[in-house]
């Protein structure tokens, strides 16, 4: 069965770094898409990136551009996000998702597994 685990979240001050990771299981991970998206409390979540089966990357927000970096291995069925100059605007329940297809979107609408979260906070 599909199964997506999202590790690597914690407290980090502001300018700081964390990676992500997004564990898949149960389907080819070279032959999906698979988004970041990130639910901050009080607002809808939103996506952050998406990279899809040839290794192209898509942002979905203009604030993480420069910052964030998306990767995947796919020996280890593994996805990551490499977050750098974390702002305290970037705290939320970061999810990584699976694509219906082999290609990337910024709606959660197109994506049929989810993984459980892991929260990020930042702040001093």
């Known amino acids: 069965q599909v199964q997506l685990v999202e590790s690597g979240g914690g407290l980090v001050q502001p300018g700081g770094s964390l990676r992500l990771s997004c564990a898949a299981s149960?389907?080819?991970?070279?032959?999906?898409?698979i988004g970041w998206f990130r639910q901050a409390p009080g607002k809808a979540r939103e996506g952050v990136l998406c990279i899809d089966s040839s290794d192209g990357k898509s942002y979905y927000l203009e604030s993480v551009q420069g910052r964030f970096i998306i990767s995947r291995d796919i020996a280890r069925n593994t996805v990551y996000l490499q977050m750098n100059s974390l702002e305290p605007d970037d705290t939320a329940v970061y999810y990584c998702?699976?694509?219906?297809?082999?290609?990337?979107?910024?709606?959660?609408?197109?994506?049929?597994?989810w993984g459980q979260g892991t929260q990020v906070t930042v702040s001093s």
């Open positions: 998702g699976k694509a219906q297809g082999d290609y990337c979107s910024g709606l959660g609408m197109e994506y049929d597994y």
């Open positions: 149960g389907f080819i991970l070279g032959s999906y898409a």
